[in-house]
C-alpha cells in the first residue's frame, strides 16, 4: 500500500504522526547549514559517534537550539567516563537549556562507570536530575550483539526513566509493527516513535559512512540490517510505501504510536521535501 492508496479514515492518524516528525542529524561539517533547511521550531535529534565521542553532538546541538530548534542530543553511555564526567555534562546541557535527550548504550569497546542506558539513567536521576523527557531506543530488528531477551529485558527496565522509545531504523514495516505488538504484549506503555528512513541516495549515504569512519559505519550497517539490502535493488530509496503499509499500526490506539523519527543521512532539503508533499497528499490531508 503507498500513501496514495490509504483509506481515508487512516488519514486524520498519518497526518499527526508525519506533522510531529522528528529529523535526525549526523554532526558533520556541513549540517548545520543543511539543516536551516528545516522549518523553524522543528524537533531535531543529532546523533554521537563512539569514535568521535560526545563534543561534536554538544556543539552541533547547542549551535542549533541557538536558532530556535527543538533539539534533542543523543548520549551514549558509554562515553561517560565517570560521574564527574556526568555531572559536568549535565550542566553544559542545562546552561544550553537543552532539557530533552535520548539515552542510548552506545557502541564504544572501552567504556567508562556506565556500560549501558539504564547505569547511565539512574546515576542522572541520583544526581537529582530530571530531564524534560527522556527517548530510549527500541530495536525492532534486534542488535548486533545483544540477545532479544536481554534487550526487552533491557527495555522494560528503562521505561521507568523514560518518557518514550524510538524504534531504530528499519525497512521492514512488518517487523517494525510486530516490534510494537510484542512491546505492548511484555508491558512496555510509553509512546513509541517509529523510526523511518527519510529519502537517501545510495551515493551520500557512502560518503556519510566513509567520514564518520570504516568502523563505525561497519557498525552501523551491523545494527541496520535492512539497509544495504533496501539500497542493493534501487538507486535511492522513498519512504512512501513503508509509511503507507504502517497505516494500521499507526492508527490503533493500542499501540500508541505518537510520532515519527526520520532518518535523514543529512539530506534534510529531500526530508523537508518529502514531509511537505505526504502532508499535502490526499491520503493523508
Not at 558509554?78 to 564527574?84: A, C, G, M, S, Y
Not at 514495516?173 to 537517501?200: F, K, S
Not at 568502523?215 to 535492512?226: I, P, S, T, V, W
Request: proline share 6%.
Amino acid at each position: 500500500m503507498t500513501l496514495d492508496e490509504t483509506l481515508v479514515p487512516e488519514e486524520q492518524p498519518l497526518a499527526r504522526v508525519v506533522r510531529a516528525a522528528a529529523f535526525e542529524l549526523i554532526p558533520l561539517a556541513s549540517v548545520y547549514d543543511r539543516a536551516m533547511a528545516l522549518p523553524h521550531g522543528s524537533t531535531v535529534t543529532v546523533t554521537v559517534s563512539p569514535t568521535r565521542g560526545l563534543e561534536p553532538t554538544l556543539e552541533l546541538a547547542e549551535s542549533l537550539a541557538e536558532r530556535g530548534f527543538a533539539v534533542v542530543p543523543h548520549l551514549a553511555a558509554r562515553t561517560v567516563r565517570d560521574r564527574v564526567h556526568l555531572a559536568e555534562l549535565v550542566a553544559r546541557l542545562d546552561a544550553a537549556g537543552l532539557k530533552n535527550v535520548f539515552v542510548i548504550g552506545g557502541d564504544g569497546e572501552d567504556p567508562g562507570l556506565f556500560p549501558d542506558a539504564l547505569s547511565f539513567l539512574r546515576a542522572v536521576e541520583e544526581l537529582g536530575h530530571r530531564f524534560k523527557s527522556v527517548g530510549i531506543a527500541g530495536y525492532p530488528q534486534g542488535h548486533p550483539s545483544i540477545a532479544m531477551d536481554a534487550l526487552w529485558l533491557s527495555l522494560l527496565a528503562k521505561q521507568a526513566h523514560a518518557d518514550y522509545v524510538t524504534t531504530q531504523l528499519c525497512f521492514d514495516a512488518d517487523a517494525t509493527a510486530q516490534w510494537i505488538d510484542d512491546a505492548r504484549r511484555l508491558g512496555l506503555t510509553l509512546p513509541i516513535h517509529v523510526g523511518i528512513p527519510g529519502p537517501c541516495e545510495v551515493a551520500r549515504i557512502a560518503r556519510i559512512a566513509a567520514r564518520v569512519g570504516v568502523a563505525d559505519a561497519a557498525r552501523y550497517l551491523r545494527k541496520n540490517r535492512g539497509l544495504l539490502g533496501a539500497l542493493i535493488r534501487r538507486r535511492a530509496f522513498r519512504p512512501d510505501r513503508l509509511l503507507g503499509e504502517l497505516v494500521t499500526t499507526i492508527a490503533d490506539p493500542e499501540a500508541n504510536v505518537e510520532g515519527l523519527h526520520v532518518y535523514t543521512f543529512n539530506q534534510v532539503e529531500d526530508a523537508v521535501a518529502w514531509r511537505a508533499r505526504a502532508l499535502a497528499s490526499p491520503a493523508i490531508s
